[in-house]
């Protein structure tokens, strides 16, 4: 299967339903999506297979004083362990590059040892604990951070 990364639209979210109910035992609502998708502050990555068209998994970030919080990442069951969630995470490394000042924060459940290790691979490091953060079952939650990505530098001029 071959991927394609684009923003997600109004359009995409009867899918994104889905792949969000059969993800987590707490899923977001319609309106939290929504609301993510017409927010400037907010990026919004869809992972498409190329042959069907079909959604098979997002990312939605959104953009706060000082660093770019990872709201909700989710890949549709089937299409797990295919490397399309670091995809999309690499995807939005490249989207903010430019943004030296902002690094990159996340909760995930402490059990969920499959997403923090693909976390720590990416550049994550956990900074925290928010005890009971899960409301389904009050599992604490890992508090993650990455720092900022350093700004690509001009080359210097190499004439003597």
Known sequence: MTIELRRLEMRDLDRIEEIERESYPTP????MFAGELAKPSSICLGAFD???????????????????HVMNVAVAPSERRRGIAQYLLERLFELTANDSRRGYTLEVRVSNVDAIRLYERLGFQARGLRRG?????????????????????????ART
């Open 28 to 31: 977001w609502s319609r309106s």
């Open 50 to 68: 190329t042959e069907s068209g079909a959604l098979v998994g997002y990312l939605i970030i959104s953009r706060y004083v000082d660093a770019w």
């Open 133 to 157: 953060y899960y409301t389904d079952n009050r599992e604490d939650a890992l508090i993650m951070w990455k720092d900022p990505l350093p700004t690509a530098q001009p080359a210097g001029d």
